[in-house]
């Protein structure tokens, strides 16, 4: 509030630190080919806990921990800072990452490459696994992170 008494003032240098983010984000993933791999499993895992940490809340499963106050505090704490900076801020950018598996446009010597690592062949092997892990977190992730959005 400091910086902006306003509150659309305060919203536009939210604004402009979430594009900052967004745009260091994205040039890391494009930093290392081989690299980005070890974070698509990252963005995978956290949209998993995301999706499992958004069941608990919604079935009200912090209420249930009467007896264990620290889990209650820590599930009430991610619900307030966690949930709403990966629902919403980081929504463009784990959309973009998940995505890219599918982009197999490079074709050399008859043979389509993934976009990401042109070493990887298309459809085979390993790239199996990654699509299907990222198929399974967009399925989980984007339909409630589109539906809450509006509620952040």
Same mark, same amino acid.
């Given at each position: 509030?400091?910086?902006?008494?306003?509150?659309?003032? &305060?919203?536009?240098?939210?604004?402009?630190?979430?594009?900052?983010?967004?745009?260091?984000?994205?040039?890391?993933?494009?930093?290392?080919?081989?690299?980005?791999?070890?974070?698509?499993?990252?963005?995978?895992?956290?949209?998993? &806990?995301?999706?499992?940490?958004?069941?608990?809340?919604?079935?009200?499963?912090?209420?249930?921990?009467?007896?264990?106050?620290?889990?209650?505090?820590?599930?009430? &704490? &991610?619900?307030?800072?966690?949930?709403?900076?990966?629902?919403?801020?980081?929504?463009?950018?784990?959309?973009?990452?998940?995505?890219?598996?599918?982009?197999?446009? $490079?074709?050399?010597?008859?043979?389509?490459?993934?976009?990401?690592?042109?070493?990887?062949?298309?459809?085979?092997?390993? $790239?199996?696994?990654?699509?299907?892990?990222?198929?399974?977190?967009?399925?989980?992730?984007?339909?409630?992170?589109?539906?809450?959005?509006?509620?952040?």
């Amino acid at each position: 509030m400091a910086i902006a008494p306003r509150f659309p003032s &305060l919203e536009i240098v939210i604004r402009i630190l979430a594009n900052l983010f967004l745009i260091d984000f994205i040039k890391m993933a494009n930093e290392d080919k081989s690299s980005y791999w070890g974070l698509l499993i990252a963005i995978v895992v956290v949209c998993y &806990l995301w999706f499992i940490l958004v069941v608990l809340i919604m079935t009200d499963f912090d209420r249930c921990l009467t007896r264990m106050p620290f889990l209650q505090r820590t599930i009430s &704490l &991610l619900n307030s800072g966690y949930l709403p900076f990966f629902g919403n801020t980081m929504f463009l950018p784990i959309t973009a990452i998940l995505f890219d598996p599918f982009v197999c446009d $490079h074709v050399a010597q008859g043979e389509p490459f993934v976009w990401r690592d042109c070493y990887m062949n298309c459809w085979q092997g390993s $790239h199996v696994t990654y699509v299907i892990l990222a198929a399974v977190a967009l399925a989980v992730y984007e339909p409630i992170a589109i539906f809450s959005r509006p509620l952040w």
